[in-house]
Structure formats: C-alpha cells, structure tokens
C-alpha cells in the first residue's frame, strides 16, 4: 500500500475497532491474540476440521539459526516464526487458522521457486503470490454485470450506482493479513488485490455477511487454492485487480459514498494498456 493510499481525506482515512473488517476477525475490544492464544486456536481448529497448519511459535535468533527461508521452514518443518505482540504476524497466523488451505497452496509455490531459483532472486509468480498473501483478496462474483465497470475503473458505476449489488451480486473474503494490520492500524481505505471466482448467486447469498464479507467459504476455496498450487492462478501480479475497499457499502458512513469515491486518492483512474483476466470458474 503506497504512502498516497494511507494519505486520503479524513472520511476515509481512519478506521475505527469497530470496522466492519476487524468484526469479521476478532473482538474490537479485546487485544490480539498472544503466541500461546494462537497455538490453542490452531490446535483447536486442527481437531475441528482435521488440516493441519504450521504450529505457531516465536520467532527467536535461534529459530532463525535454522538458516532456512521463511517460507522453506513452513514447506519444511511446519514452523510459522511468529513475533509476539506483532500486529502483521498475529493477523498473518489467524488468516493460517482460517484459510489453511489458501496458505498451503501459496507457500507450496513459494517454496517450489526460492528452490529453484533462490532465496535471494523473486520470479513474476513469487511476486503475485506476495501480493495475494499480503493484500489479497477473493471477490465472488454472481453476476458479470458490474464487471466491466471495475475493469474500467469506472468507481461511481461500481460502488455508487451498484452499491446494491455488494452482498447481492458481489461480496469479498479478505485474506491479506497486511490489509487486517492496516485497518487495525487505524486505516479506513485499504486496496486489495483480488482474484474473482465467478459462483452462482443462491449459492453465495446465505454466505454474506456484515458489509459484504464472507468469513470463509471452504469448498469454494480449496478448488481456488487448488488452481494455485497447480499454477492455474497467480503466476503473474498482472492477474489481481485493484479493488479499494473503502467504496463498498457499509465499509464506510451511510450516505457518504459518492463523496468517497470522489475525493478518496485510493480510487485511482485505470492505468494506459491495462487489461485484467476473465474471472476463474470455480467448476
């Protein structure tokens, strides 16, 4: 997230605990989650749904001393270094414990390729994959209408003349854990960047939740992360749109969206020759 997206006008420049987003997490009023809270959560939810995760422990210098990569050690040695009292790791681990399977997927491929061309070289899919893990976003999408005018840029059609849509047509699962720090942070107008999944609408409608958001969604995302691990997705940044999250309804004060995307910085005009990919079918 650039220092021009953090630097929008005060309506959508800060964000509250009690953001929609940070609801859909945690407890706005309670803390994050220590190290040892996160372990029992993960240990808990390995017996609830039988996936394992890497178990969560500190990252110590002698952890470190293992001279493994970030991601070889989670390939290797199921070891997610974690530092407590981290805002990014702790949202990084609690996105573990909700989307393993998503994880999985990207740290295989990460893996596959510091492996094969090194820890200190990033290859185009290593670089989309980070934008995934770190600012992504999954937006399903039950109806092609309002497709053309977020391939446009076109801000006003999509989130003023189609706020409607957002939990009707369209609802989004975050997934990055940077976009979570960065509205716990205080932050109201994050950018994700997103992969869309086209899904029939009567099977998405019972899904969404507060402000458009789908907690978790696990048979659509393990054939998603199952198109990752393949390479059938991510293998180019180029491949996730820009979607800015502030301009969905109920991210932000009733009424004030036309203003918003008026006036926001995130909502930013489409970039000369930029062309997006059709939406991934789930089936």
Known sequence: ??????????????????????????????????????????????EEDGIGRPVIVAQTRDLLDDGLHYEMRVAARSVLATRDG?????????????????KWALNARQAADVARVGAK??????????????????????????????DAHDWNALFVGGQQAWG?????????????????????SPTAKCLVVEVDRAVLRPRVGEAAIVARWPPEEARLAEAIRAGRLLADPQELRPLPLAGIRGWHEPGSTARLVAQGACFRPLRAGRRYPAPWLSR
């Open 1 to 46: 997230m650039s220092a021009r997206d953090r630097a929008g006008p005060p309506a959508c420049a800060h964000a509250t605990r009690s953001h929609p987003l940070l609801r859909a997490w945690i407890d706005p009023a309670a803390s994050l989650p220590g190290l040892d809270q996160l372990e029992r959560r993960r240990r808990r939810a390995h």
């Open 86 to 102: 981290d805002a990014h790791d702790a949202f990084n681990a609690l996105v573990w414990l909700r989307h393993p399977q998503l």
């Open 121 to 150: 070289q990033r290859t185009r899919a290593q670089c989309a994959l980070t934008h995934f893990d770190e600012a992504g976003a999954i937006v399903w999408l039950a109806s092609p209408r309002l497709l053309a005018a977020w």
């Open 168 to 188: 009707d047509e369209l609802a989004v699962t975050v997934f990055g854990h940077a976009l979570l720090e960065h509205v716990w942070n205080g932050h109201a």
